[in-house]
Nanobody
Framework: QVQLVESGGGLVQAGGSLRLSCAAS????????MGWYRQAPGKQRELVAA???????NYGDSVKGRLSISRDNAKNTVYLQMDSLKPEDTAVYYC??????????????WGQGTQVTVSS
């Protein structure tokens, strides 16, 4: 019904930058909140950043000032600009979207994840 496809992960040196994208498609009526989560090996999945439909944002404490979330409602796409990356940012990054589908149901959807590796 709804698919989230992430792109933009990869390998980068400490201090470098990456930009992640997540595009939603399918039987979408409207997308409410969108966000990025990450999961490092042996750790729980944690919130990185979230953005409401009107653009209000929320960030995890460890990424404030370095990562920036934005969205394009016309394209059903959310972005994560990651600057000043640190080795501890290494994780699989997942996109999440709260979607109201054309059958009027509201459900959360996840992308497949994209690997971000920051070398020291």
């Amino acid at each position: 019904q709804v698919q989230l496809v992430e792109s933009g992960g990869g390998l980068v040196q400490a201090g470098g930058s990456l930009r992640l994208s997540c595009a939603a498609s399918g039987t979408i009526f409207v997308i409410n909140a969108m966000g990025w989560y990450r999961q490092a090996p042996g750790k729980q999945r944690e919130l990185v950043a979230a953005i409401s439909r009107d653009g209000s944002t929320n960030y995890g404490d460890s990424v404030k000032g370095r990562l920036s979330i934005s969205r394009d409602n016309a394209k059903n796409t959310v972005y994560l600009q990651m600057d000043s990356l640190k080795p501890e940012d290494t994780a699989v990054y997942y996109c999440n979207a709260q979607v109201q589908t054309t059958d009027w149901r509201v459900r959360g959807y996840w992308g497949q994840g994209t690997q971000v590796t920051v070398s020291s």
